[in-house]
């Protein structure tokens, strides 16, 4: 390979890790904003899964534990968001920021005797004879198992919403509650669920943070990751494919930022580390520009509260 | 189902001082679990956090030192919260407002005046307003959502005072350390009482919780800001303008976190470092809403996360405990704090339900 073809498969491969967390995240908040719940917790959870998934793969020294015991930990919190906005009908934006500064400060206690603890990470599994091809080997079959499973949670998810019947009467909750209520759909339970959904997906996109993309615990390690992810969710229209062009994207911005610097050029490292939030804001401007797109497109019912007496 | 909530016709005026004194008293009982978990003696571990740091004058005025950027940020969230207006970019407007004061500061080293510090106090509110300005016209503009871009601008502002001050404003005797020089005398706020840190940013904070009540409860604004928030049909039929909000919102927001951050650089650390705030933005979230979206009601609230604030230095110092305890009592407080509202609003009855009534 020639060191050019050398630097622009690090690149991508590069970007498909760094898009990979906001996959999970995304398509988790996807979810749950689908049955019209507006969680802006991603961040707090995603920390929650990160710092949980690290001391179980410390504890147990199995990355896999890791993952799951994330996955266990996301979904608990969510819980919570989920009692407090759906059985007790608090406001959804303001517990789901209490969530998220929640999720900081307690992932920064309960990690704190673990900073710089080293970890053996989830490893990159070469699928036997396509890993071997040169270049494309390189590009798409030498990924770690996360990748592939992000992959294939998309495509479930995608699937799910379009094509079966439960995908169909989440989407009726999410469009309206009375109508669904009426017809005798358990909104509050279905509700839970996908809240419930939302919260494993984040602690997988923190697990993928803290035991693939850096091996190790830092408090606030997600660096605003959560909330790129809720921006990629109005960015995508609520559609699962756009969701995965959305997390590339930003994946790249984040890669060809370092590869500025590594390069040689002179560039301050903060200057670069704010592309990532500069092009959230200016996707965000240029998708929701078109009231009428979003209109259509995001879950009328998103964010309101239902009381079934009411 | 087991637990049901019935909507109250009129929600309950005592509950609505009392919820937040219940919401105190249950992360108080949750600290009192958490620190027996840690093996910690509660008694004294909570007389740690909550009463030892103010159990003097140089206590006293600590606590009004932490809680005066916190109560500039959170009256002005306030006014935005009651406008349905969410603005959550506070920590980002304030590092603006560090940014333009403290830059100004320094561009005046040594030809300082007494007309310095009114100049930066203005510096520092407008780069707070700017910084809010921004979400405010994507949000007016192109309808871009207020919650991520003011949250964006934050991580923003604070990647551009790392830049700065490792960079061009960097202390050209500081021996490399990424802080700027020490600001000259006349760039600081007075001290107000001898033997402490107390600053002049105290008075501003005061003064912006009076306006911010004469703005709520005693003008036509103040009404157009609740009517938008409360009720946007009935507003749009007044010919209330929802722009006009969003913009008043931001703007005094941004604004007042300003000029808290400009208290911070020319207060008590009287130069620009990495770290101006130790996330004041954040918590003066908590504090609009522990206070009750009400300006008198968020100022006791800035004292109390003040304290929560002095509290964690004081578990760390006295008990090696660590800092991040803070954290873990400002999201358990907010938590407890929404969760208590519930009971303003609904009756809590047992048993399942019953068909109601017919009016």
């Not at chain 1, 970890?119 to 071997?132: K, M, R, S």
């Not at chain 1, 309206?176 to 509050?188: D, R, T």
């Not at chain 2, 520092?124 to 959502?145: H, S």
């Not at chain 2, 996330?279 to 996360?305: D, K, M, N, Q």
């Amino acid at each position: 390979m020639s060191p050019e073809v050398e630097t622009l498969v690090a690149i991508l491969v590069a970007t498909l890790r760094a898009g990979t967390p906001l996959v999970f995240a995304a398509l988790g908040e996807l979810v749950t904003e689908k049955s019209g719940v507006l969680n802006l917790g991603i961040e707090g959870m995603m920390l929650i899964g990160a710092v949980a998934g690290f001391i179980a793969t410390v504890l147990t020294g199995s990355p896999f534990a890791g993952v799951v015991f994330a996955m266990l930990a996301g979904t608990l919190v969510s819980l919570l968001f989920g009692v407090l906005t759906l059985t007790l009908l608090t406001n959804q934006v303001a517990t789901g920021l209490a969530l998220t500064i929640f999720g900081i400060g307690l992932s920064a206690f309960v990690g704190l005797g673990y900073i710089g603890t080293p970890i053996q990470g989830l490893q990159p599994l070469a699928v036997p004879l396509l890993g071997d091809i040169p270049v494309l080997g390189l590009l798409l079959f030498r990924h770690d198992p996360l990748v592939y499973l992000s992959l294939v949670l998309l495509a479930a998810v995608a699937w799910f919403l379009a094509r079966t019947r439960a995908g169909l009467v989440l989407r009726a909750v999410g469009e309206s509650h009375e109508a669904a209520h009426a017809i005798g759909y358990p909104v509050i339970a279905i509700r839970y669920l996908a809240v419930m959904f939302g919260g494993a997906m984040s602690g997988l996109a923190g697990a993928y943070l803290s035991l693939v993309y850096t091996p190790q615990w830092t408090e606030n390690m997600t660096a605003g990751r959560g909330w790129i992810a809720l921006a990629l969710v109005v960015f995508a229209t609520w559609r699962p494919a756009r969701v995965l062009l959305g997390a590339y994207l930003f994946g790249g911005i984040t890669i060809v930022g370092l590869h500025i610097q590594a390069a040689g050029f002179e560039a301050s490292s903060h200057l670069l580390a704010m592309l990532p939030y500069l092009a959230t804001i200016l996707v965000l401007v240029l998708i929701s520009r078109d009231a009428n797109r979003i209109r259509l497109n995001a879950p009328a019912a998103l964010g309101k509260p239902f009381h079934p007496d009411a | 189902m087991l637990l049901r909530l019935e909507p109250r016709a009129q929600a309950s005026r005592g509950l609505r001082i009392a919820a937040p004194l219940i919401a105190l008293a249950l992360t108080l009982g949750s600290g009192t679990v958490l620190f027996g978990a840690l093996g910690q003696n509660p008694i004294l571990a909570l007389h740690t956090f909550f009463i030892r740091p103010i159990d003097s004058l140089y206590g006293l005025s600590e606590l009004a030192i932490k809680a005066a950027p916190l109560a500039l940020c959170a009256v002005g969230l306030a006014i935005g919260f009651r406008g349905n207006v969410w603005n959550i970019g506070a920590e980002g407007q304030l590092t603006m407002g560090a940014i333009c004061g403290g830059g100004l500061a320094l561009a005046f080293y040594g030809v300082e005046g007494p007309w310095l510090l009114p100049l930066m106090v203005l510096a520092g509110g407008l780069g707070g307003m700017a910084w809010g300005a921004i979400p405010a016209l994507l949000k007016t503009r192109f309808n871009a959502n207020e919650i991520l871009t003011s949250l964006m601008l934050t991580y923003v502002a604070i990647q551009l005072l790392g830049y700065l001050v490792h960079g061009p404003w960097r202390d050209p005797e500081g021996y490399n350390f990424p802080e700027t020089r020490l600001f000259g005398e006349q760039a600081l706020l007075p001290v107000l009482l001898d033997g402490t840190r107390l600053h002049g940013g105290v008075v501003l904070a005061l003064i912006a919780v009076g306006l911010g009540w004469l703005l709520l409860s005693r003008s036509f604004t103040g009404f157009q800001i609740k009517v938008v928030g409360q009720a946007p049909a009935a507003a749009a039929y007044a010919g209330f303008s929802r722009g006009r909000v969003v913009w008043l919102s931001f703007l005094i927001g941004g604004g007042l976190a300003g000029i808290a951050g400009l208290g911070e650089v020319a207060g008590p650390m009287g130069q620009l470092n990495p770290t101006v705030s130790p996330g004041y933005g954040f918590a003066a979230i908590i504090c609009a809403f522990l206070g009750r979206l009400h300006p008198f009601g968020v100022l006791l609230a800035s004292l109390l996360l003040a304290l929560l604030f002095l509290g964690g230095e004081s578990l760390q110092m006295h008990l090696n405990l660590p800092l991040a305890i803070t954290g873990v009592f400002q999201g358990l407080l907010l938590f407890f704090v929404l969760a208590c509202d519930v009971f303003v609003r609904y009756r809590v009855r047992l048993g399942p339900a019953v068909a109601s009534p017919a009016p």
